[in-house]
Nanobody, 123 residues
């Protein structure tokens, strides 16, 4: 059973920053690719960033490259999403995810989801 526990969402003004956290079991953290997705009302879920912790390999969607940073803390089995220069268009539910196969960072291969954390950016 893959369990992902997110925290760190909230409300912030445009231009501000937030950091999201996702803690997984040691096995999931060390085996799977971990990622962050978001879904805004009326829109499809969008892959934002992913990290294969075993190799510290990172991947980003073009829409967030340069503003968002994914990182890892091996001692805590936790991945983070640092979000800077936030705009109202970043308002969405943000989800931590792990891939289904154990090591694939393709957006379509993610199949385990956290409960989600809301991020709201006001203008």
């Amino acid at each position: 059973q893959v369990q992902l526990v997110e925290s760190g969402g909230g409300s912030v003004q445009a231009g501000g920053s937030l950091r999201l956290s996702c803690t997984a079991s040691e096995y999931t953290y060390s085996t799977n690719c971990m990622g962050w997705f978001r879904q805004a009302p009326g829109k499809e879920r969008e892959g934002l960033a992913a990290i294969y912790t075993s190799l510290s390999s990172t991947y980003y969607a073009d829409s967030v490259k340069g503003r968002f940073t994914i990182s890892q803390d091996n001692a805590k089995n936790t991945v983070y999403l640092q979000m800077n220069s936030l705009t109202p268009e970043d308002t969405a539910m943000y989800y931590c995810a792990a891939d289904k196969y154990g090591g694939s960072c393709r957006w379509d291969d993610f199949g385990h989801w956290g409960q989600g954390t809301q991020v709201t950016v006001s203008s």
